[in-house]
């Protein structure tokens, strides 16, 4: 009898032992961040003016995790290029395409730090580096 009453006591401490390590463990995030340790938020930065305008990103932090990146490139007019409608006829690349791939590699990896893209260098390097500072804004 006293074997099976120590069994029981034994699984019996263990169940709260366990119980309270995943409870303190869920308690000790920093207020406002997620599992991922990113504050959930939507940030925007941008870039300085150019002649062609300047580059801007929304990252969207949601549980703890970058939800989506959207990379902008915003014309001297102050309006959002809409590559859509662009016909090779300014001196822009068309970003269509390689802001799309970038993003979408930045989710994927949850992170900034992805590879620049063949003729999209220097815009690609500036969303990169605002894309960094909005996910240190985050922390």
């Not at 930045?106 to 003729?119: P, R, T």
């Amino acid at each position: 009898m006293k074997r099976k009453s120590t069994k029981v006591l034994s699984v019996l401490v263990i169940a709260i032992l366990l119980f309270t390590l995943s409870a303190c463990g869920s308690g000790s995030k920093e207020s406002g961040s997620s599992d991922g340790g990113l504050k959930d938020g939507t940030y925007t930065k941008k870039s300085e003016m150019t002649d062609h305008g300047y580059e801007e990103v929304d990252v969207v932090i949601k549980d703890g995790k970058i939800e989506s990146v959207n990379l902008k490139r915003i014309g001297a007019d102050e309006k959002e290029v809409n590559y859509d409608e662009w016909d090779g006829s300014a001196d822009l690349p068309n970003l269509k395409d390689i802001r799309v791939e970038m993003s979408e590699a930045m989710v994927e990896k949850q992170s900034a730090d992805v590879d620049s893209i063949s003729g999209a260098t220097s815009s690609g390097d500036k969303w990169k580096a605002l894309v960094s500072e909005a996910l240190e804004e985050a922390k």
